[in-house]
């Protein structure tokens, strides 16, 4: 099944926690995305929004916040008392969890306003170097095209997909320019027509975040390669349903 666990299982465990990387690999599923931005002390970490308030019990900043400020954090209850204990994982630990599990890691470099591009590329560098993981374990995408050309210097093994909401006019030349392996786009922006054109010039069309499958059924037939939804279970069940006619 082409799903990838959005932020983890997202429906079923507090999102970009080390219970929904878990999760995705006990359900079977290969992928995870995840978002990574840097700590005040420079440690990425896995986290999504610019500020800790709507996935924790604090408040602050990402950027502003310390490693040991940030996992002193509870990032479960928001989503239910029973993940009480889960801590903004860094991006180490989810590698870690990841090659225990055989899971596949989708790298959202995570960058908001004033956040310093080199210096969270470079960061993240470190910590795959130092863990030895296989290149075919990940995959870097970014909204900020600056973003996926410092990994090609710095990483250029690991493949690289360009995210965006609705397709630029020149969106094939800067896929171009990057030597991406894929594209990720918005499912509600992308046309029939740009997906022939993308595939066409042989890029792998990755689509966020279509959480129901019936509302995508179609994309598959236009050649798209990958749903990263917060419900990849949903995928599985409308595949079973599907067997069950043949
Ligand atoms: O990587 C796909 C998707 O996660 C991009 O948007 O805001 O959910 O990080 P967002
Ligand atoms: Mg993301």
């Known amino acids: 099944m082409k799903v990838t666990a959005h932020r983890g299982v997202s429906s079923l465990a507090p999102e970009n ?3 929904a990387f878990k999760k995705t690999a006990e359900m079977g599923y290969q992928w995870i995305e995840i978002d990574v931005q840097l700590s005040a002390d420079q440690i990425p970490v896995v986290i999504h929004d610019q500020s800790v308030d709507r996935c924790t019990n604090g408040k602050g900043i990402v950027a502003k916040l310390a490693l040991e400020e940030l996992q002193s954090l509870d990032a479960g209850s928001w989503f239910s008392e029973a993940f009480k204990h889960e801590r903004i994982p860094t991006l180490e630990q989810t590698l870690i969890l990841a090659r225990d599990n055989k899971l596949k890691v989708n790298i959202e470099i995570k960058l908001y306003p004033e956040d310093d591009i080199e210096l ?6 470190e ?7 296989e290149t075919t374990q990940l995959l870097f ?3 900020e095209l600056a973003a996926l050309k410092k990994m090609q210097t710095l990483l250029p093994a690991i493949p690289r997909g360009l995210l965006w909401s609705v397709m630029p006019e020149n969106g094939l030349d800067l896929l171009t320019e990057i030597d991406a392996f894929s594209v990720h786009c918005h499912y509600r922006h992308l046309t029939a027509q740009q997906a022939l054109a993308i595939k066409k010039a042989g ?3 990755y689509c966020y975040t279509p959480n129901n499958p019936e509302e995508v059924s179609e994309y598959w037939h236009w050649g798209v390669d990958m749903m990263i939804t917060d419900y990849p279970q949903a995928y599985t ?10």
């Open 203 to 205: 890029y792998n069309i």
């Open 17 to 19: 926690t080390l219970a």
């Open 141 to 143: 995408s970014s909204f």
């Open 127 to 133: 910590v795959i170097v130092a863990l030895n993981i």
């Open 237 to 246: 069940a409308c595949k079973e349903a599907l067997l069950s006619y043949a």
């Open 120 to 125: 969270l590329c470079e960061k993240i560098k």
